[in-house]
T-cell receptor, first 111, second 116 residues
Framework: KNQVEQSPQSLIILEGKNCTLQCNYTVSPFSNLRWYKQDTGRGPVSLTIMTFSENTKSNGRYTATLDADTKQSSLHITASQLSDSASYICVVSLSGYALNFGKGTSLLVTP | DSGVTQTPKHLITATGQRVTLRCSPRSGDLSVYWYQQSLDQGLQFLIQYYNGEERAKGNILERFSAQQFPDLHSELNLSSLELGDSALYFC???????????????FGEGSRLTVL
């Protein structure tokens, strides 16, 4: 069983709408949690990195939240744009160097 | 531009053949990671090197091997290729944070391998 679970697996929204992607993890001890955006056929690009002591971090229209007690994180996208269509990957870093990748949420923003 | 360079971008070869993928990390990054991404699948961790030494190993097949050279570039060697090896292969690099935690990962644009 994957230790980092993302939901939904895929999502379709209208341009201009907001959406929230979820990430639940079971790995420990936890060091930091990252969200990446991966355009089709391209390398992932970092959106946010949060340590266990941070509960929110923003990067433009992207806001990530973290609840280390419930081991849940969310990525909120505000006023979506067509260019937001991509796969969003949650990655949990253990203390040390190990990284655990979720399978990603595929987001499609339609006109 | 992430600063991580991967070559070749595309590669088409036949089953049973051997290929080498190359990665130049971001300037100053000592850690290099290799990932495999098959069609519509998530990123699968293969192997990590830190300053020339193997640091961690994931789901890497015995037919695959990698190394990191003194100039910090890395190569992933794939041999006895099978149809199922067709995938995007990504290299990423990072610095290490205080305490040994992995810093931000910077990914290359990937090498797309097609095995016919």
């Amino acid at each position: 069983k994957n230790q980092v679970e993302q939901s939904p697996q895929s999502l379709i929204i209208l341009e201009g709408k907001n959406c929230t992607l979820q990430c639940n993890y079971t790995v420990s001890p936890f060091s930091n949690l990252r969200w990446y955006k991966q355009d089709t056929g391209r390398g992932p690009v970092s959106l946010t990195i949060m340590t266990f002591s941070e509960n929110t971090k923003s990067n433009g229209r992207y806001t990530a939240t973290l609840d280390a007690d419930t081991k849940q994180s969310s990525l909120h996208i505000t006023a979506s744009q067509l260019s937001d269509s991509a796969s969003y990957i949650c990655v949990v870093s253990l203390s040390g160097y190990a990284l655990n990748f979720g399978k990603g949420t595929s987001l499609l923003v339609t006109p | 531009d992430s600063g991580v360079t991967q070559t070749p971008k595309h590669l088409i070869t036949a089953t049973g053949q051997r290929v080498t993928l190359r990665c130049s990390p971001r300037s100053g990054d000592l850690s290099v990671y290799w990932y495999q991404q098959s069609l519509d699948q998530g990123l699968q961790f293969l192997i990590q090197y830190y300053n020339g030494e193997e640091r961690a190993k994931g789901n890497i097949l015995e037919r695959f091997s990698a190394q990191q050279f003194p100039d910090l570039h890395s190569e992933l060697n794939l041999s006895s290729l099978e149809l199922g090896d067709s995938a995007l292969y990504f290299c990423a690099s990072s610095a290490l944070l205080a305490g040994g935690a992995t810093g931000e990962l910077f990914f290359g644009e990937g090498s797309r391998l097609t095995v016919l």
